[in-house]
């Protein structure tokens, strides 16, 4: 588990770095900045179930709204045939944003969900 999340503490904090000419860094930094440290903790064997859970929860219902908001994800995929999310790293369409932002949080759910799990696991019955 430590070089998992050591992994992801790179790639979170390489992630939040390139929030910085993002229409809104002041949301996106924070995000990936939270997980980054929780995975940190979690490389020095330190796991806090309830801030895994609150981050979760927070990128959860970002995530739900992203899929359903205009020009969100059902949009990019009913509207716009789910066109190619890698054809340029400028997005200037709204959809293609909402939709790499929505795989962004998809990506911090199931790392702070395995980290959720593993400490559950390793906690000591009561």
Not at 12 to 35: E, K
Not at 36 to 61: D, E, H, M, R, T
Request: hydrophobic letters at 50%; charged letters at 15%; one cysteine or more.
């Amino acid at each position: 588990m430590r070089i998992f999340n050591l992994i992801f503490v790179v790639i979170f904090l390489l992630f939040a770095a390139l929030q910085y000419n993002d229409p809104d860094p002041y949301i996106w930094i924070p995000i990936y900045g939270y997980a980054a440290l929780l995975c940190w903790w979690a490389a020095k064997n330190k796991f806090y179930p309830s801030a895994y859970i609150i981050g979760i929860g927070v990128y959860l219902i970002y995530a739900i709204y992203l899929l359903f908001t205009k020009d969100g994800v059902m949009d990019w995929a009913r509207e716009h045939q789910a066109e190619n999310l890698v054809q340029t790293m400028k997005a200037e369409k709204p959809w293609i944003e909402d939709t790499r932002e929505f795989g962004g949080l998809l990506i911090l759910i199931i790392v702070l969900g395995a980290n959720y799990i593993y400490a559950k696991r390793k906690a000591p019955l009561k």
